[in-house]
């Protein structure tokens, strides 16, 4: 593994460089790190036949990688294993409901990373990049459940993606008509926030019974993400 | 527009027969609408300059068509204005914690759909596509809110995508390794589910007192979407 320090800040490139709202743009590498340890799914953008492709994934990160199941990309891969994809991360934060409809949006924190990605082959990275993908969603579990065989982990196709070319765009705070004309209208305006929550584990009917929720999975219920 | 009704399934073509995990895949229309109503942010997918770029948008539908701000797929459309798009719409319900770590999964609902964006020129089309994307997202608003006036019309930028060629996958329920030979270790499995809740209303502080939360905003705190 290279532990050679990143630099604080990503590189501007034409993919990269915010030429819409520029406010709501950040390279700060700090801000990417952030978007990714919030979440667990991404949408996988590939280029298969010449149109776009985007696919719902799970990864997981050791911040300089992103890690992702080779099998929703295997389509694309396989017809174009040096190709360029985009992976996408999005977390809604809320609605901001202005007076004008025209001033509506969202309250949103997103990350775009674009980059070639590696097929993993050494065992060692791909045992510790599905270890980070199991962590990412479930922390805890890696411990708890068993881990990949010898067998599981050759069917198994991991991707990495270097965190090297990406972006970030955020929207935070109330409506933006709050000192314009519409002000004097007398509409309410505000966001409304939407949250995600862990719910009660839903133990699998199949358990014997005395097998009890693991503290890991008990102490997520209410808790939220992101 | 066009009142023909519509067949109940989707056509099968090369992008939206399901390749892998067929017993997840759907090519009913209402299962397409299911998740389309159950949400109101897309990612969209687009090439541009032969590399893909995925972009979260909000999205309305009459269930004909997805009305998309065109604005965030500006970029790509006006470097080729023919070009197929790729719209998912995904809603995660929750994780899927199995006795072994290759088992692992995610409880969701996803769509995927395909086609050329048209962009929408008729004022009328405009606004009614504008009406369904606010009331998507906010029902309610349109008559709460002021609506465009003319000028905010012709600076919006409206795509519709038909919803002719799609496909949907979901996957529900507990671990599948609950009859295997894992089913002997004791590790306890099943399912933690994953709640978007809307909070409680935030008011812009630049509303003067006096000014109350309306019922239709109001009224959905503490209420699920999807």
């Given at each position: 593994m290279n532990h050679t320090p990143l630099p604080p800040t990503l590189p501007d490139t034409d993919r990269t460089r915010h030429r819409r709202l520029r406010d709501q743009g950040s390279l700060e590498r700090a801000a990417l790190d952030a978007v990714l340890d919030a979440g667990f799914l991404c949408h996988l953008g590939v280029v298969v036949d010449g149109h776009p492709m985007v696919v719902p994934t799970v990864y997981g990160t050791d911040h300089r990688?992103?890690?992702?199941?080779?099998?929703?990309?295997?389509?694309?891969?396989?017809?174009?294993?040096?190709?360029?994809?985009?992976?996408?991360?999005?977390h809604v934060d809320g609605l901001v409901l202005a007076r004008s409809v025209f001033e509506h949006g969202v309250n949103y924190r997103s990350a775009m990373i674009y980059g070639v990605p590696r097929p993993v082959t050494d065992p060692e990275e791909k045992l510790e990049g599905l270890r980070l993908l199991t962590e990412q969603a479930a922390p805890g579990q890696w411990d708890h459940a068993r881990r990949p065989n010898r067998r599981e982990l050759a069917a198994t196709v991991?991707?990495?993606?270097?965190?090297?070319?990406?972006?970030?765009?955020?929207?935070?705070?109330?409506?933006?008509?709050?000192?314009?004309?519409?002000?004097?209208?007398?509409?309410?305006?505000?966001?409304?926030?939407?949250?995600?929550?862990?719910?009660?584990?839903?133990?699998?009917?199949?358990?014997?019974?005395?097998?009890?929720?693991?503290?890991?999975?008990?102490?997520r219920e209410g808790t939220r993400l992101g």
């Open positions: 990688n992103l890690y992702l199941h080779g099998s929703v990309a295997g389509r694309s891969l396989i017809a174009s294993p040096r190709a360029t994809v985009c992976v996408t991360v999005t991991l991707l990495a993606l270097s965190l090297e070319e990406a972006s970030v765009k955020t929207r935070s705070g109330g409506p933006d008509d709050g000192d314009g004309p519409d002000a004097a209208l007398g509409i309410w305006a505000g966001v409304l926030p939407l949250l995600s929550t862990w719910g009660a584990p839903e133990t699998d009917p199949l358990l014997p019974p005395g097998i009890e929720v693991p503290d890991h999975v008990e102490s």
